[in-house]
């Protein structure tokens, strides 16, 4: 009965090719390839919301720059001699401390023509700026080069545990007539 019915049915138009293709495709196959565009589906969604929350939260945190701390101890103000201008922190933190027979001071080791970073000449008793040949007293101020104005001096302090501490942040200029200020020396 089946076969007869099978008979009866009437084949579908379009040629041989596409009718026969459709009916030969399995059950099987039909249902993994359904699958693999639904799971592709909820992939590429979840792959987007995991974006835009990943975005979100980028948001949340902007981007921070984390500077190191502009204060720093120097040691005991004995550690330095009278007359002395000491190098010792040049590298790590780019100043001077220099001591005379008031107090001690610092200077920030940056040439104020462009920048550079200058030397101290202790046989000539001055700081020389390698760029452009700017030179600087031993106290310094500018008296030669293309350097429009003095070194920088930096606020100094005594720390509780009795170090000198020294704020970079706070500077003195000399053209405004700040050097003679409390916490541009240290006196002693
Ligand atoms: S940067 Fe020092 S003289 Fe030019």
Redesign the pocket.
């Known amino acids: 009965m089946a076969e007869v019915e099978a008979a009866k049915t009437p084949k579908p138009a379009g040629g041989k090719g596409k009718g026969k293709g459709k009916k030969d495709v399995p059950l099987d196959n039909l249902y993994s390839r359904r699958d693999f565009f639904s799971y592709a589906g909820w992939a590429s969604f979840m792959a987007a919301l995991g974006l835009s929350s990943l975005y979100f939260l980028r948001l949340l945190f902007p981007r921070v720059l984390f500077e190191p701390s502009p204060v720093f101890k120097a040691g005991m103000p004995g550690d330095y001699t009278v007359g002395e201008v000491s190098t010792k922190w040049v590298k790590a933190q780019r100043v001077w401390i220099v001591r005379d027979d008031e107090g001690i001071y610092v200077i920030f080791a940056l040439?104020t023509?462009?920048?550079?970073t200058?030397r101290w000449l202790r046989t000539e008793n001055k700081y020389k700026?390698p760029?452009?040949?700017?030179g600087f007293t031993k106290q310094g101020i500018n008296f030669e080069?293309?350097?429009p104005r003095a070194l920088e001096r930096l606020k100094i302090a005594v720390a509780p545990d009795g170090q000198l501490i020294i704020d970079k942040s706070k500077k003195f200029l000399y053209e405004k007539d700040e050097w003679g200020k409390p916490e541009a020396k240290l006196k002693m």
């Open positions: 040439c023509h462009l920048g550079c200058p700026c760029c452009h040949g700017s080069g293309p350097a």
